[in-house]
């Protein structure tokens, strides 16, 4: 699992990870990252950057638009009336069924949002990323939000709301991302 700022990424070890399924729970902040002129520029997203860096792996963008505290609060059995979905995207089928049984297995349905070129769906700014999971955020500092989402349990999101979400994405500059909390 690739869990960290998206500027530290070249640091990851690829060969290491040659022919494994790598998770990316990264999302790119140039207010965080530094910029990176691919991804401001739209040419790439964040996670067909990590594809480009593990070339010899198979990336999954994967747990990227949901809190750590509401990946554990909201986690239900599967089959369960009010389970919740997360978007994965990979350009690698066998990746995304991979990623898709750890998702059960976590409490989780999937909602395959297509490939690495179609990531930016579940990324900063877009309909399905943090917000539907926690409802109306009070506005507060960076540091209350975080804070605050361990006082949330979060709101069920099931995997048609999550499509539906998904499809109403519009593609914004990268480099026009905020923290959830920014308000």
């Known amino acids: 699992m690739a869990a960290v700022p998206l500027n530290a990424y070249e640091k990851l070890p690829a060969d290491a990870l040659a022919g494994k399924t790598v998770l990316d729970t990264a999302n790119y902040y140039p207010?965080?990252?530094?910029?990176?002129?691919?991804?401001?520029?739209?040419?790439?997203?964040?996670?067909?950057?990590?594809?480009?860096?593990?070339?010899?792996?198979?990336?999954?963008?994967?747990?990227?638009?949901?809190?750590?505290?509401?990946?554990?609060?909201?986690?239900?059995?599967?089959?369960?009336?009010?389970?919740?979905?997360?978007?994965?995207a990979s350009d690698d089928a066998e990746a995304k069924t991979a990623a898709t049984r750890l998702l059960d297995v976590l409490g989780y349905d999937a909602v395959d949002i297509g490939t690495l070129a179609a990531s930016w769906r579940s990324e900063p700014n877009t309909p399905v990323y943090v917000r539907p999971y926690l409802g109306e955020t009070p506005a507060m500092s960076v540091e209350a939000f975080f804070a605050w989402t361990l006082q949330t349990p979060g709101i069920v999101v099931p995997a048609?709301?999550?499509?539906?979400?998904?499809?109403?994405?519009?593609?914004?500059?990268?480099?026009?991302?905020?923290?959830?909390?920014d308000n």
């Open 160 to 181: 048609a709301q999550v499509g539906k979400l998904v499809e109403t994405a519009a593609r914004q500059p990268a480099g026009q991302a905020r923290i959830p909390s």
């Open 31 to 88: 207010e965080r990252d530094g910029h990176l002129a691919e991804l401001d520029a739209g040419e790439l997203t964040s996670s067909a950057l990590l594809q480009r860096h593990f070339a010899a792996s198979h990336v999954v963008k994967a747990f990227n638009n949901i809190t750590p505290h509401q990946l554990f609060s909201l986690a239900r059995p599967t089959g369960a009336p009010d389970r919740s979905a997360l978007p994965i």
